[in-house]
Protein backbone atom coordinates (compact mmCIF):
# COMPACT_ATOMS: atom_id res chain seq x y z
CA UNK A 1 0.00 0.00 0.00
CA UNK A 2 1.25 3.21 -1.01
CA UNK A 3 1.17 6.78 1.30
CA UNK A 4 -1.65 8.56 -0.87
CA UNK A 5 -3.68 5.41 -1.05
CA UNK A 6 -2.92 5.21 2.93
CA UNK A 7 -3.78 8.90 2.85
CA UNK A 8 -7.22 8.50 1.33
CA UNK A 9 -7.89 5.71 4.25
CA UNK A 10 -7.51 8.01 6.91
CA UNK A 11 -9.97 10.84 5.44
CA UNK A 12 -12.31 8.10 4.82
CA UNK A 13 -11.65 6.93 8.25
CA UNK A 14 -12.38 10.40 9.47
CA UNK A 15 -15.24 11.04 6.99
CA UNK A 16 -17.18 7.11 8.12
CA UNK A 17 -17.22 8.85 11.82
CA UNK A 18 -17.84 11.63 11.61
CA UNK A 19 -20.92 11.49 9.29
CA UNK A 20 -21.60 7.81 9.15
CA UNK A 21 -20.98 5.01 6.35
CA UNK A 22 -24.28 5.50 4.66
CA UNK A 23 -23.93 8.92 4.46
CA UNK A 24 -20.67 9.66 3.24
CA UNK A 25 -20.77 9.09 -0.61
CA UNK A 26 -17.64 8.41 -2.27
CA UNK A 27 -17.63 11.47 -4.02
CA UNK A 28 -17.13 13.01 -0.57
CA UNK A 29 -13.91 10.86 -0.19
CA UNK A 30 -12.96 12.19 -3.58
CA UNK A 31 -13.32 16.07 -2.08
CA UNK A 32 -11.60 15.47 1.19
CA UNK A 33 -8.52 13.81 -0.68
CA UNK A 34 -8.33 15.91 -3.39
CA UNK A 35 -7.95 12.72 -6.05
CA UNK A 36 -10.09 11.57 -9.16
CA UNK A 37 -12.49 9.11 -9.34
CA UNK A 38 -10.24 7.10 -11.22
CA UNK A 39 -7.51 6.76 -8.38
CA UNK A 40 -10.09 5.97 -5.89
CA UNK A 41 -10.98 3.11 -8.11
CA UNK A 42 -7.58 2.74 -9.15
CA UNK A 43 -7.41 1.44 -5.34
CA UNK A 44 -10.61 0.30 -4.24
CA UNK A 45 -13.96 -1.39 -6.23
CA UNK A 46 -16.33 0.26 -3.80
CA UNK A 47 -16.65 2.16 -0.43
CA UNK A 48 -17.53 -0.91 0.99
CA UNK A 49 -13.96 -2.23 0.04
CA UNK A 50 -12.26 0.93 1.07
CA UNK A 51 -13.64 0.20 4.51
CA UNK A 52 -12.89 -3.66 4.48
CA UNK A 53 -9.75 -2.45 3.89
CA UNK A 54 -9.17 0.49 6.82
CA UNK A 55 -10.35 -2.51 9.41
CA UNK A 56 -8.07 -4.78 7.83
CA UNK A 57 -5.53 -2.56 8.77
CA UNK A 58 -6.54 -1.91 12.17
CA UNK A 59 -6.48 -5.66 12.77
CA UNK A 60 -3.08 -6.11 11.14
CA UNK A 61 -2.00 -3.36 13.60
CA UNK A 62 -2.95 -5.21 16.61
CA UNK A 63 -1.64 -8.58 15.48
CA UNK A 64 1.95 -7.32 15.10
CA UNK A 65 1.78 -5.16 18.38
CA UNK A 66 0.18 -8.35 20.60
CA UNK A 67 2.53 -10.58 18.84
CA UNK A 68 5.55 -8.54 19.62
CA UNK A 69 4.29 -7.97 23.26
CA UNK A 70 5.20 -11.74 24.01
CA UNK A 71 8.48 -11.80 22.40
CA UNK A 72 10.75 -13.35 25.45
CA UNK A 73 8.00 -13.43 27.71
CA UNK A 74 6.00 -16.45 29.68
CA UNK A 75 3.23 -17.33 27.30
CA UNK A 76 1.33 -18.15 30.79
CA UNK A 77 1.35 -14.43 32.55
CA UNK A 78 -1.86 -12.96 33.00
CA UNK A 79 -0.45 -9.51 32.78
CA UNK A 80 0.49 -10.07 29.35
CA UNK A 81 -3.03 -11.45 28.23
CA UNK A 82 -4.12 -8.58 29.73
CA UNK A 83 -1.96 -5.79 27.72
CA UNK A 84 -2.84 -7.23 24.55
CA UNK A 85 -6.07 -7.07 25.05
CA UNK A 86 -5.80 -3.56 25.76
CA UNK A 87 -4.18 -2.83 22.34
CA UNK A 88 -7.18 -3.83 20.65
CA UNK A 89 -9.07 -1.56 22.28
CA UNK A 90 -6.51 1.16 21.75
CA UNK A 91 -6.37 0.31 18.20
CA UNK A 92 -10.26 0.94 17.99
CA UNK A 93 -9.66 4.08 19.72
CA UNK A 94 -6.34 5.53 17.66
CA UNK A 95 -8.42 5.24 14.30
CA UNK A 96 -11.69 5.79 15.63
CA UNK A 97 -13.67 2.83 14.42
CA UNK A 98 -16.05 2.80 17.19
CA UNK A 99 -18.59 4.97 15.59
CA UNK A 100 -17.80 3.02 12.29
CA UNK A 101 -18.36 0.17 13.59
CA UNK A 102 -21.56 1.68 14.87
CA UNK A 103 -22.70 3.07 11.43
CA UNK A 104 -22.04 -0.31 9.73
CA UNK A 105 -24.52 -2.01 11.82
CA UNK A 106 -27.17 0.87 11.19
CA UNK A 107 -26.60 0.69 7.75
CA UNK A 108 -27.85 -2.70 6.88
CA UNK A 109 -25.63 -3.87 4.51
CA UNK A 110 -24.78 -7.26 5.25
CA UNK A 111 -22.25 -8.06 3.38
CA UNK A 112 -20.39 -5.60 5.53
CA UNK A 113 -22.08 -7.26 9.09
CA UNK A 114 -20.65 -10.49 8.00
CA UNK A 115 -17.40 -8.82 7.13
CA UNK A 116 -17.18 -7.60 10.99
CA UNK A 117 -18.95 -10.72 12.60
CA UNK A 118 -15.76 -12.40 11.27
CA UNK A 119 -13.22 -10.19 12.25
CA UNK A 120 -15.34 -10.96 15.73
CA UNK A 121 -15.03 -14.41 15.35
CA UNK A 122 -11.40 -14.13 14.86
CA UNK A 123 -10.90 -12.25 18.09
CA UNK A 124 -13.08 -14.71 19.95
CA UNK A 125 -10.80 -17.31 18.60
CA UNK A 126 -7.24 -15.64 19.12
CA UNK A 127 -8.61 -15.31 22.80
CA UNK A 128 -9.52 -18.11 23.37
CA UNK A 129 -5.68 -19.64 22.04
CA UNK A 130 -4.57 -17.37 24.35
CA UNK A 131 -6.39 -18.69 27.36
CA UNK A 132 -5.16 -22.18 26.79
CA UNK A 133 -1.80 -20.55 26.88
CA UNK A 134 -2.56 -19.07 29.99
CA UNK A 135 -4.51 -22.25 31.85
CA UNK A 136 -3.26 -24.88 29.71
CA UNK A 137 -4.24 -27.59 27.82
CA UNK A 138 -6.81 -28.96 30.26
CA UNK A 139 -8.62 -25.75 29.72
CA UNK A 140 -9.46 -26.44 26.00
CA UNK A 141 -12.67 -27.50 26.18
CA UNK A 142 -13.35 -24.27 28.18
CA UNK A 143 -11.66 -21.51 26.68
CA UNK A 144 -14.19 -20.69 24.20
CA UNK A 145 -16.89 -20.40 26.92
CA UNK A 146 -14.18 -18.10 28.56
CA UNK A 147 -13.35 -15.97 25.95
CA UNK A 148 -16.94 -15.14 24.80
CA UNK A 149 -17.67 -14.53 28.87
CA UNK A 150 -14.35 -12.73 29.03
CA UNK A 151 -15.42 -10.24 26.13
CA UNK A 152 -19.11 -9.55 27.10
CA UNK A 153 -17.97 -8.44 30.65
CA UNK A 154 -15.63 -6.14 29.04
CA UNK A 155 -18.37 -4.66 26.50
CA UNK A 156 -21.11 -4.62 29.08
CA UNK A 157 -18.86 -3.05 31.94
CA UNK A 158 -17.61 -0.52 29.58
CA UNK A 159 -21.66 0.58 28.53
CA UNK A 160 -22.05 0.76 31.94
CA UNK A 161 -19.28 2.74 32.97
CA UNK A 162 -20.27 5.24 29.91
CA UNK A 163 -23.56 5.62 31.02
CA UNK A 164 -23.05 6.45 34.78
CA UNK A 165 -19.58 8.29 34.82
CA UNK A 166 -18.34 11.20 32.85
CA UNK A 167 -14.59 9.97 33.44
CA UNK A 168 -12.83 7.86 31.09
CA UNK A 169 -12.76 4.47 31.94
CA UNK A 170 -9.15 3.01 32.54
CA UNK A 171 -9.19 0.26 30.02
CA UNK A 172 -6.21 -1.41 31.47
CA UNK A 173 -7.37 -2.00 34.92
CA UNK A 174 -10.66 -3.43 33.00
CA UNK A 175 -9.07 -5.62 31.30
CA UNK A 176 -6.82 -6.88 34.67
CA UNK A 177 -9.99 -6.99 36.50
CA UNK A 178 -11.79 -9.07 33.81
CA UNK A 179 -8.59 -11.55 33.28
CA UNK A 180 -8.72 -12.24 37.12
CA UNK A 181 -13.02 -13.24 36.86
CA UNK A 182 -11.98 -15.60 34.68
CA UNK A 183 -9.90 -17.33 37.16
CA UNK A 184 -12.91 -18.56 38.57
CA UNK A 185 -14.84 -19.16 36.01
CA UNK A 186 -12.46 -21.11 34.25
CA UNK A 187 -11.58 -23.33 37.84
CA UNK A 188 -15.45 -24.11 38.57
CA UNK A 189 -16.20 -24.87 34.93
CA UNK A 190 -12.89 -27.90 34.71
CA UNK A 191 -14.22 -28.85 38.01
CA UNK A 192 -17.66 -29.28 36.74
CA UNK A 193 -16.98 -29.98 33.76
CA UNK A 194 -19.43 -27.68 32.44
CA UNK A 195 -19.51 -25.64 29.63
CA UNK A 196 -21.87 -24.96 26.43
CA UNK A 197 -19.58 -24.00 23.30
CA UNK A 198 -17.47 -26.76 23.76
CA UNK A 199 -13.85 -26.91 22.13
CA UNK A 200 -13.53 -27.48 18.50
CA UNK A 201 -15.61 -24.62 17.49
CA UNK A 202 -12.63 -22.78 16.05
CA UNK A 203 -10.99 -26.00 14.40
CA UNK A 204 -11.75 -24.14 10.75
CA UNK A 205 -8.80 -21.47 11.76
CA UNK A 206 -6.12 -23.71 12.96
CA UNK A 207 -3.56 -24.20 10.81
CA UNK A 208 -2.06 -27.23 8.80
CA UNK A 209 1.27 -28.74 7.58
CA UNK A 210 -0.44 -27.51 4.22
CA UNK A 211 -1.36 -24.44 5.49
CA UNK A 212 2.42 -23.87 7.17
CA UNK A 213 4.01 -24.57 3.50
CA UNK A 214 1.92 -22.16 1.62
CA UNK A 215 2.88 -19.33 4.05
CA UNK A 216 6.67 -20.42 3.83
CA UNK A 217 6.39 -20.33 0.15
CA UNK A 218 3.93 -16.70 0.21
CA UNK A 219 6.59 -15.46 2.63
CA UNK A 220 9.55 -16.41 0.09
CA UNK A 221 7.98 -14.54 -2.23
CA UNK A 222 6.79 -11.55 -0.42
CA UNK A 223 10.51 -10.96 0.80
CA UNK A 224 12.33 -11.73 -2.77
CA UNK A 225 9.71 -8.73 -4.12
CA UNK A 226 10.50 -6.70 -1.06
CA UNK A 227 14.25 -7.42 -1.26
CA UNK A 228 14.23 -6.40 -5.23
CA UNK A 229 13.14 -2.51 -3.89
CA UNK A 230 16.80 -2.15 -2.85
CA UNK A 231 18.91 -3.50 -5.32
CA UNK A 232 19.88 -0.03 -6.54
CA UNK A 233 19.37 1.37 -3.16
CA UNK A 234 22.46 1.80 -0.77
CA UNK A 235 20.25 1.02 2.98
CA UNK A 236 22.46 -1.61 4.30
CA UNK A 237 20.91 -2.10 7.17
CA UNK A 238 17.87 -2.73 5.86
CA UNK A 239 18.64 -5.39 3.00
CA UNK A 240 20.33 -7.16 5.73
CA UNK A 241 17.13 -7.37 7.86
CA UNK A 242 15.61 -8.52 4.70
CA UNK A 243 17.90 -11.26 3.59
CA UNK A 244 18.46 -12.52 6.83
CA UNK A 245 14.71 -12.81 7.19
CA UNK A 246 14.69 -14.97 3.43
CA UNK A 247 17.49 -17.16 4.30
CA UNK A 248 16.68 -18.00 7.98
CA UNK A 249 12.80 -19.24 6.27
CA UNK A 250 14.50 -20.99 3.76
CA UNK A 251 16.29 -23.28 5.74
CA UNK A 252 14.81 -26.70 6.84
CA UNK A 253 14.75 -25.62 10.38
CA UNK A 254 14.05 -22.07 10.63
CA UNK A 255 15.01 -20.84 14.30
CA UNK A 256 12.11 -19.73 16.29
CA UNK A 257 14.26 -17.40 18.40
CA UNK A 258 16.10 -15.69 15.68
CA UNK A 259 12.82 -14.99 13.94
CA UNK A 260 10.94 -12.97 16.66
CA UNK A 261 13.96 -11.16 17.02
CA UNK A 262 14.97 -9.99 13.71
CA UNK A 263 11.07 -9.68 12.58
CA UNK A 264 10.63 -6.86 15.34
CA UNK A 265 13.48 -5.43 13.91
CA UNK A 266 12.58 -5.89 10.05
CA UNK A 267 9.08 -4.19 11.51
CA UNK A 268 10.83 -1.06 13.28
CA UNK A 269 13.50 -0.08 10.85
CA UNK A 270 10.83 0.17 8.36
CA UNK A 271 8.12 1.93 10.67
CA UNK A 272 7.24 5.41 9.19
CA UNK A 273 8.85 5.17 5.55
CA UNK A 274 7.46 4.61 2.04
CA UNK A 275 7.89 1.33 2.88
CA UNK A 276 6.19 0.48 5.70
CA UNK A 277 2.85 -0.92 4.75
CA UNK A 278 4.48 -3.51 2.28
CA UNK A 279 7.13 -4.38 5.60
CA UNK A 280 3.25 -4.68 7.86
CA UNK A 281 1.94 -7.00 5.51
CA UNK A 282 5.11 -9.27 5.39
CA UNK A 283 5.56 -9.22 9.62
CA UNK A 284 2.04 -10.20 9.96
CA UNK A 285 2.56 -12.84 7.83
CA UNK A 286 5.76 -13.52 9.77
CA UNK A 287 4.20 -13.94 13.12
CA UNK A 288 1.74 -16.04 11.83
CA UNK A 289 4.45 -18.74 10.43
CA UNK A 290 6.55 -18.46 13.76
CA UNK A 291 3.57 -19.13 15.75
CA UNK A 292 2.78 -22.22 13.51
CA UNK A 293 6.89 -23.26 14.06
CA UNK A 294 6.36 -22.89 17.57
CA UNK A 295 3.38 -25.20 18.12
CA UNK A 296 5.63 -27.87 16.20
CA UNK A 297 8.56 -27.77 19.01
Known amino acids: MNNRK??????????????????????????????????????????????????????EEATIK????????????????????????????????????????????????SFIVKHHFMEISWLTERLVDVYGEEAQTYAPDCAVILMGMMQHLIHFWNASSTEKIDIQRLAQFTTRRIDAIISDMMEKSDTLLGAGLFDNLQSTDETKLDEKTMLITQLTRFLEQFKNDSMPSDVQYTQFLLDEIRSAQPRVFILETVTRSFHETFSDTNFESDAREIVTYLWKFIDTLKKDE
Open 66 to 113: RRELLIGQDIRDKNILAEQIVVRMHVNRAHNLLPIYESVFNSGDQVLK
Open 6 to 59: RQVLVVARRLFAEKGFTATSVQDILDASQISKGTFYNYFTSKNECLMAMLEYAH
